[in-house]
């Protein structure tokens, strides 16, 4: 089992920012990707970053140049420092991990979400 903790989320200006945080634990041999999605009322989901274990990132067009995803391999936990947040990033924010266990099985998780709510 692999078990994922999100924090960081919450109501800020418009300009503002916030970071995000998450943190994997359980059974794991070893990490490859870790992203960030995020889903508004009525909208799919969508992934706005991510990074690879070697540390190639990429990033959803809406968001390449505001945000920033980074990991600590340590610590298994990837961030995503968002800047000049806008209204239309509103959304709950998921963390996915996708590795290997230490029983050689995949691991494909996700966290339970945290809210970023952009609003004056």
């Known amino acids: 089992q692999v078990y994922l903790v999100e924090s960081g989320g919450g109501l800020v200006n418009p300009g503002g920012s916030l970071r995000l945080s998450c943190a994997a634990s359980?059974?794991?041999?070893?990490?490859?990707?870790m992203a960030w999605y995020r889903q508004a009322p009525g909208k799919e989901r969508e992934l706005v970053a991510l990074?690879?274990?070697?540390?190639?990132?990429g990033y959803t067009d809406s968001v390449r140049g505001r945000f920033t995803i980074s990991r600590d391999n340590a610590k298994n936990t990837v961030y995503l420092q968002m800047n000049s947040l806008k209204p239309e990033d509103t959304a709950s924010y998921y963390c996915n991990v996708q590795g290997v266990t230490t029983g050689r099985d995949l691991i494909i998780s996700w966290g339970r979400g945290t809210q970023v709510t952009v609003s004056s």
């Open positions: 990074i690879r274990s070697g540390g190639y990132t």
């Open positions: 359980g059974s794991i041999f070893s990490i490859d990707v």
